[in-house]
């Protein structure tokens, strides 16, 4: 039988972190795109919405391991396992690891080919390539930084949760301006 007070109270308590987490990959492509539109020009922005698709995959990986391992760590929790629930965080770390690599890999040697998969104007496939490449070439952060916010809303720590995404979001702005 569930304690609706106990579940009223983690649900407001975890609400505004949720929401600034999912928010901050939307609050990322829209500056992204502000600042390559003012700064470059509306072919960039075909560029950069041309590897939407990309980011988008590099997002479903983090979900994936950070929510499967997620999953499981609480499993082993709620079965007294806690050593178990740090296997599984490892474990999908070790994981993004090695497929950051592999797509690290093909964001430097392959860019060339997936620009020209997902472009066919010859005069914008050169920045199709070069965002296509610092995408996957930054494919771990993209992906790892899933893990951690499973966990701390698994530990109920919604606050560093909340200042994770801040930062992140703060940086990218940084990032943008200055590069």
């Given at each position: 039988?569930?304690?609706n ?8 308590r975890?609400?505004f972190?949720?929401m600034?987490?999912?928010l901050?990959?939307t ?9 390559v ?5 509306s072919k ?7 590897n939407?698709?990309?980011f988008?995959?590099?997002?479903t990986i983090?979900?994936?391991f950070?929510?499967?391992?997620f999953?499981?760590?609480s499993n082993?929790?709620g079965k007294?396992?806690d ?8 474990s999908?770390?070790f994981?993004?690891v090695v497929?950051s690599?592999i ?6 040697f ?6 020209r998969y ?9 920045m ?6 610092i ?5 771990f ?9 499973y ?6 720590d919604?606050?560093s ?14 990032f943008?301006?200055?590069?």
């Amino acid at each position: 039988k569930r304690n609706n007070k106990f579940m009223t109270r983690e649900f407001r308590r975890a609400l505004f972190p949720v929401m600034v987490s999912v928010l901050g990959g939307t609050i990322n492509a829209l500056i992204d795109s502000a600042f390559v539109t003012r700064r470059l020009d509306s072919k960039a922005l075909v560029a950069v919405t041309l590897n939407m698709p990309i980011f988008l995959i590099l997002c479903t990986i983090g979900c994936l391991f950070g929510g499967g391992a997620f999953v499981a760590a609480s499993n082993s929790i709620g079965k007294s396992e806690d050593e178990d629930a740090g296997k599984f965080y490892h474990s999908a770390v070790f994981f993004v690891v090695v497929i950051s690599v592999i797509l690290t890999l093909a964001g430097a040697f392959g860019s060339e080919y997936i620009a020209r998969y997902l472009c066919d104007d010859a005069t914008i496939i050169p920045m199709v390539q070069s965002y296509c490449r610092i995408t996957l070439l930054g494919s771990f952060s993209y992906i790892i930084i899933y893990i951690p916010s499973y966990f701390l809303q698994l530990n109920g720590d919604s606050k560093s949760m909340t200042i994770m995404m801040g930062v992140l979001i703060v940086t990218d702005i940084i990032f943008d301006w200055l590069l």
